[in-house]
């Protein structure tokens, strides 16, 4: 059975920094590409940062270059983002994907190819 799950959601006020982090169970973790995605209240899902198996290669989506930073524990199957100089904006539940195969680039933050996704964490930003 393979799980995905996210933590390390939670209120905090704007310009504060939060870490998410993102278990894996039940797959070969290092085979996989990871990505993390949110969608906020009214909108569309969006990609805000993917990497590759082995970490040597990550993307953010332009609201977020600079302030967020995507990582991985392959020891501890383990994913996380760390973010900093949050604004309201940031708002939106955030998930955790694994993708699989292919080529990785920074088309996957378009969401193509996630094999299996976790239950989400909600961020809520504080003014």
């Known amino acids: 059975q393979v799980q995905v799950v996210e933590s390390g959601g939670g209120l905090v006020e704007a310009g504060k920094s939060l870490r998410l982090s993102c278990t894996v169970s039940g797959l070969n973790f290092d085979d996989y590409a990871m990505g993390w995605f949110r969608q906020a209240p009214g909108k569309e899902r969006e990609g805000v940062s993917c990497v590759s198996w082995n970490g040597e290669s990550t993307y953010y989506a332009d609201s977020v270059k600079g302030r967020f930073t995507i990582s991985r524990d392959n020891a501890k199957n383990t994913l996380y983002l760390q973010m900093n100089s949050l604004s309201p904006e940031d708002t939106a539940i955030y998930y955790c994907?694994?993708?699989?195969?292919?080529?990785?680039?920074?088309?996957?933050?378009?969401?193509?190819?996630?094999?299996?996704w976790g239950q989400g964490t909600q961020v809520t930003v504080s003014t």
């Open positions: 994907a694994a993708a699989s195969g292919g080529a990785f680039g920074r088309w996957r933050l378009q969401g193509h190819g996630y094999n299996y």
